[in-house]
């Protein structure tokens, strides 16, 4: 008597893989989770190296992605010139704020930074330069002590050195665990950046997104010429809060860079592949000035 099984196609375990359980879940290929990015503007999925060559700028709708200060500094200073300062400056617990600690070392962690800004000095153009630039991945760029301290010693070390200052603002405004503590340091910084313009100095900010709480009602607005990226939104409180407390529908791009440059808040809304050649000129016309007044 003939099997049953006999016009069964053989089992071919080369083609078939493991049978075991779970086997079939462990041989499936994974895709690296930082291999691509979806744009949340237009929803377009990208290479994460395409976007990176593009300078984090969507191709298709052209949405600025925010980028780390590290990113910025190479975008930004020529080769090689970047010399930090301060990095020794770091945010405390003063309050001993709940869970404020453990908030800090995943903020250390997560974004490879000290703090939430950077700062130093470079060449833009080949014009000496005192640079900060904020940090979206530190706690959203909050501004607690060590942030206002370091950009407060910045402008001190322009004045003395009689340099320039261009800053790159990215902020959720100040960060409620250091209290008023962390207001205070949009008093400290304004004061700042007064004392360098008394002098002369030239401050140039870059509002990036997002740019709101006591980073706009302070240093980032003080700048003798602001710039802003395409689309960041920029305000003090948010448009929902805002909303809510007039009851009143906001118009269509409300605190986004292209209103604000058409109400006369920003001098100009700068692409980013724009930005280093704009800041070169800007440096250089200042440049030219102080040479003239001597």
Known sequence: MLSKNIFMRPRNELEEGDQRPGAQEEQRPSVPDDLCVACPSCKKVLFSSDLAENLHVCPKCGH??????RQRIHLIADEGSFQELFPAVTGVDPLS?????KKLQAARLGSHEEEGVVCGVCTIGG????LFVMDPFFMMGSMGSAVGEKITLLFEYAKEYHLP??????SGGARMQEGIISLMQMAKTSGAVKRHSDVGGLY?????????GGVTASFAMEADIILGEPGALIGFAGPRVIE???RQKLPKGFQRAEF???KGFLDLVAPRKEQKELLARLLALHSTTKEEEK
């Open 204 to 212: 140039i900010a870059v509002l990036t997104d997002p740019t709101t």
């Open 165 to 170: 200052v261009v800053g790159y603002t990215v």
């Open 64 to 69: 600025h992605f925010r980028m780390s200060p």
């Open 127 to 130: 014009h000496l330069t005192c």
């Open 260 to 262: 604000l440059q058409e």
């Open 97 to 101: 704020f709940p869970g404020y600690e």
């Open 244 to 246: 809510q407390t007039i």
